[in-house]
């Protein structure tokens, strides 16, 4: 599946173990720099996921509060 597919949850926790590489055993030097851009893209990808989420609510919100 690719990370496009992935719901928000399953991207978090894949960014959480992108993130925790860095505090781990196996961390490098050499491999940090495509690691931090691997993760850096993942998060602006959750961002924007979370700002589309944000807007349908708003948009469910405010039909809502017009039936109201």
Excluded: H, P
Excluded at 24 to 50: G, N, Q
């Amino acid at each position: 599946m690719s990370e496009k597919n992935k719901t928000i949850e399953e991207k978090m926790g894949l960014l959480n173990e992108k993130v925790s590489w860095f505090e781990s055993d196996e961390f490098s030097l050499e491999e940090a720099m495509s690691r931090f851009k691997e993760a850096e893209t993942l998060a602006e990808e959750i961002e924007k996921d979370l700002e589309e989420l944000k807007n349908d609510v708003v948009v469910i919100k405010q039909r809502f509060d017009g039936e109201a």
